[in-house]
C-alpha cells in the first residue's frame, strides 16, 4: 500500500490560532490523508489482529473553545467506536507523527494490559525497538523512550494503570515532522506497517 505522506503544512495546521480557523486547517490539510490511512491499514490490522478493525478518524466534536493540539486516526474491534477498546493509531502533533498501541482510561481492558505488563515487564522491554516511547498521557507529546525506562519503570506504569482510574498507557514510534521519511509514501507505508507488527504483542496482551 502506498501513501502520500505528511508535509511542513499538514504540522503547521495544528499551530493556526482559534478554534475554527485550526479545524479548517485539519479538514482541510490532514483529516483526508488520516481517512485515506484509515481505509489503507484496516485489511492489515485486520489481518494482523485477527478480527475486523474499523477506522476512527478524529472529529474533535466536543471542543468548543480550545482548539486541538493534536489529530489522529485509530483502529479498534468496534464499528461505532475506538476509545473503550485497545487500539492503534497514526496521528500527529505540531512536533511529530506518532504510530502507537493505546489502552485510554476509557476502555475496561485496562486491568488486563496492566497485569500482563506487570508480569512481563522485562520481555517487553527487550522485545520493543529502544527508541520506541512510552506515555501515560495521550494529551502530551513527550514520553519516556523504551531505551531508558527500566523494568521497574514498566511495573510501576503497570501498577498506576491498574490503580488509578483516570490512568491509561500508549507505546510506540514517534518520527519528527522534518525526517524526510514523513513525504516518503512509501517509506512511511512500510513504517506504519512494521511498527504495528512490533506493537502487536501488546494490543494482544490487552485481551
Known sequence: MTY???TGQDFD???VPGLEPRMNAIITHIRPKLEELGQSFAPLLSALCGEE??????KHARRKVNPPKDTWVAWAPNKRGYKAFPHFEVGMFESHLFVIFAVIYESPNKSIFAESLRKQASKYKK???D???WSMDHMDPGGTPNGEV?????QE???KLRTVKKAEILCGLRIDRDDPLLMD???LSTTIEETFTALLPLYKASF
Not at 478493525?53 to 478524529?58: F, L, R, W
Open 4 to 6: 502520500p505522506g505528511f
Open 157 to 159: 506504569m503497570a501498577e
Open 13 to 15: 495546521s495544528l499551530t
Open 150 to 154: 527500566s523494568v521497574k519503570g514498566l
Open 127 to 129: 522485545m520493543l525497538p
Open 131 to 133: 527508541h520506541f516511547y
Open 185 to 187: 509514501g512509501g517509506r
Open 53 to 58: 478493525m474499523y477506522p476512527h478518524v478524529a
